[in-house]
């Protein structure tokens, strides 16, 4: 069974720093693209960051570039997002999700989700 | 930037068929995937590339895309399917809809 369990979420104040830990198990880690979702409260779902298998390749969302970083560790079955100069904007709960492309990379998605971890940037 | 369009809110009598809208200029050139998300529970994948099911999503739930307008359907709805729902498709980086709070009443 495909698991994914966010942890390392808090409060923080503007300007501070995070990182977030996603734990994963269930299937070959190193295989996948992973991501990071964020939803804000009383918003919508919002992209963050996408990883390739090796680390080779990350994007991210305009909003948290420069600031935010996504990584991945193969060997501990994790990913990551180190969360710096925070901003009361970026308070959401982050979801780690497993990414898939569809054949020609015509189109990207998200298989499995975790529960979220919830972070809030407040004085 | 790509947008995607859905409605605030849809409402559906148990029983009966919940249509959930997804709009987008020349959405129907682009694959569109629906996530089902309830409180406290991880959002749930139930349609990707238009009109694929993943094991384990009732067969209940179906889409469609065509046009400038993809369509998640739930037919014979239950209550157990009260949540918001949200589109997406890719216009190279990852394009979500507002999402849908679907009301089971």
């Known amino acids: 069974e495909v698991q994914l369990v966010e942890s390392g979420g808090g409060l923080v104040q503007p300007g501070g720093s995070l990182r977030l830990s996603c734990a994963a198990s269930?299937?070959?880690?190193?295989?996948?693209?992973m991501s990071w979702v964020r939803r804000a409260p009383g918003k919508g779902l919002e992209w963050v960051a996408n990883?390739?298998?090796?680390?080779?390749?990350?994007y991210y969302v305009d909003s948290v570039k420069g600031r935010f970083t996504i990584s991945r560790d193969n060997a501990k079955n994790s990913l990551y997002l180190q969360m710096n100069s925070l901003r009361a904007e970026d308070t959401a709960v982050y979801y780690c999700?497993?990414?898939?492309?569809?054949?020609?990379?015509?189109?990207?998605?998200?298989?499995?989700w975790g529960q979220g971890t919830l972070v809030t940037v407040s004085s | 930037s790509y947008e995607l369009t859905q409605p605030p809110s849809v409402s559906v009598s148990p029983g009966q068929t919940a249509t959930i809208t997804c709009s987008g200029d020349k959405l129907g050139d682009k694959y569109v995937c629906w996530y089902q998300l309830k409180p406290g529970q991880s959002p749930v994948l139930v349609i990707y590339q238009d009109s694929k099911r993943p094991s384990g999503i009732p067969e209940r739930f179906s889409g469609s895309n065509s046009g400038n307008t993809a369509t998640l359907t739930i037919s014979g709805t239950q209550a157990i399917d009260e949540a918001d729902y949200y589109c997406q498709a890719w216009d190279s980086s990852v394009v979500f809809g507002g999402g849908t709070k679907l009301t089971v009443l």
């Open positions: 990883i390739k298998q090796d680390g080779s390749e990350k």
């Open positions: 269930g299937f070959t880690f190193s295989s996948y693209w």
């Open positions: 999700a497993r990414g898939r492309y569809c054949s020609g990379g015509s189109c990207y998605y998200f298989d499995y």
